[in-house]
């Protein structure tokens, strides 16, 4: 039976890997406030992991395309013009591909996609306060134990001035580290939301005795409280779910103060695709109706627009226009720099001009210091050439389709872990959409958590893969 194969599964992962498991939620639990020790905890417990695993680990035609292209980055960096920034240029990748290696043959069952979930929500909330109490109270601080190992700056108004940025470097990066743990944490809550009417209405049934109208007395109904058998269902506590709604409330509060234009967007695409997934028609139109009231306040003829701004704030419609930010310097633009870094990877289209060069060349060509074109498909392929970037994109869209194609076709999974599925994939899909507008690469803390969403993603595909072709050779 499926059902003992998966048990079976369950219980070896939890002998042989729970320590290590454990040692990679205590790096995500600590990684807000220290990138340095989150950091090295997960690396450490990936080093343990390849050589355990070293054989499923190279079995998998996935990790084959990402040696590959580890082996045209280092080509690439041979080829920059600066290949020492290069070369330092590849710490931000190829560690990486290790840590997704070794985590896609930890992370195994939908639990465990829980569990980082939780862990990141809980994680969050310090961040958040650190957030709002800088933006509202003027908070401020430079503290550092051990040189980075504990190394906090929150300026007083935000990064830039007005924009929440907590402990990360600016807003933006602060934004899409909000939009992925709010689409976990909304998943969470839904799927507790889901748990809580289900439990109530069994408890109510059981209380009632299961009868047509028969009233139970106080008395035994406490007394049927205390006793549930282990195969009955027990009263399910709301704290869970109390919690959870405060963290997504926060989180969403959070990344609103954020400015963040994409992480406004990402959060409202997460909400109408939890309400079209679940099936809320009429969350679907309510959600549908305020965005085109917001679009039509910032983008609509004159009339109109005048017409939306007596009930969209200015918060809103001015900033996704640009009228919040009127004197911006063209070079700033995404589009100047859109141009700019393809114009680079015409000019370099096999090897690219080298990691980390964009920001160099930018400079020289505008006279305005920018570390990124604000796309990461396009520094790509400004930096590496055609060839890699389009073997990256190729990986992606791979783990895509396979998460696409379990959530879809599997039999096997029930309500509550497609659920939790179906969340870790959107979340994947907003880091792509956030990347498209932005580059979270250079922020260790987003870097490591997108490799360990992708991770969790396979992880689960490839274990559901082996269980089902272990069931299909035993059945004659």
């Not at 980055?73 to 560690?95: K, M, Y």
């Not at 001035?161 to 909304?186: C, D, E």
Request: aromatic share 16%.
């Amino acid at each position: 039976m499926l059902g003992a194969s998966l048990n079976k599964v369950f219980y070896y992962f939890k002998s042989c890997w729970q320590s290590s498991w454990n040692y990679s939620l205590w790096g995500l639990l600590i990684f807000p406030v220290s990138p340095l020790l989150g950091a090295v905890t997960i690396g450490i417990v990936s080093l343990i992991t390849l050589p355990k695993q070293y054989r499923k680990i190279s079995r998998r035609p996935l990790n084959w395309g990402f040696a590959l292209l580890s082996v045209l980055l280092i080509v690439t960096a041979g080829f920059a013009q600066d290949q020492t920034t290069a070369f330092v240029g590849l710490f931000n990748l190829l560690p990486f591909f290790l840590v997704f290696a070794a985590h896609s043959t930890l992370i195994q069952t939908f639990a465990q996609l829980r569990q980082m979930a939780w862990i990141l929500v809980i994680a969050s909330m310090p961040v958040i306060i650190i957030g709002l109490g800088q933006l509202f109270l003027g908070w401020s601080l430079k503290f550092e134990i051990l040189w980075i190992v504990f190394a906090w700056t929150i300026r007083p108004g935000g990064n830039p001035p007005g924009r929440i940025a907590s402990l990360f470097m600016h807003a933006n990066t602060f934004a899409a580290y909000l939009a992925i743990v709010f689409i976990l944490g909304l998943g969470l809550w839904l799927e507790n939301y889901q748990q809580l009417k289900v439990k109530k209405r069994q408890c109510g049934l059981l209380l009632r005795g299961d009868t047509k109208g028969d009233v139970v007395s106080p008395s035994r109904a406490t007394a049927v409280q205390n006793s549930f058998p282990p195969h009955l269902p027990t009263p399910y506590s709301p704290l869970p779910f109390l919690f959870l709604t405060l963290a997504v409330i926060a989180n969403f509060i959070a990344l609103i103060f954020t400015n963040s234009r994409n992480g406004w967007a990402i959060a409202i695409f997460a909400c109408l695709a939890y309400a079209l997934y679940q099936g809320w028609r009429i969350l679907v139109s309510s959600v549908a109706a305020i965005v085109s009231s917001v679009l039509l306040a910032a983008f609509a003829p004159s009339p109109v627009a005048q017409f939306f701004r007596q009930y969209v704030p200015a918060f809103f419609w001015a900033r996704l226009n640009d009228d919040m930010y009127p004197d911006r310097p063209v070079a700033l633009m995404r589009k100047t720099q859109w141009e700019f870094a393809w114009s680079l990877a015409e000019e370099h289209p096999w090897t690219g001009w080298g990691l980390r060069s964009f920001s160099g060349l930018y400079k020289a060509q505008m006279q305005i210091p920018l570390g990124h074109p604000h796309n990461l498909f396009l520094m790509l392929s400004a930096e590496t050439g055609f060839p890699s970037t389009f073997l990256f994109c190729g990986l992606l869209a791979w783990i895509l389709i396979i998460g696409v194609q379990l959530l879809r076709k599997s039999k096997y999974i029930n309500t509550q872990d497609r659920l939790i599925f179906f969340s870790y994939l959107l979340a994947f899909v907003a880091w792509i959409l956030f990347n498209t507008v932005d580059v979270t690469l250079f922020e260790l803390r987003l870097n490591a958590l997108s490799w360990l969403i992708l991770a969790a993603i396979c992880g689960v595909v490839h274990r559901f893969k082996e269980v089902g072709s272990r069931k299909s050779e035993a059945v004659p």
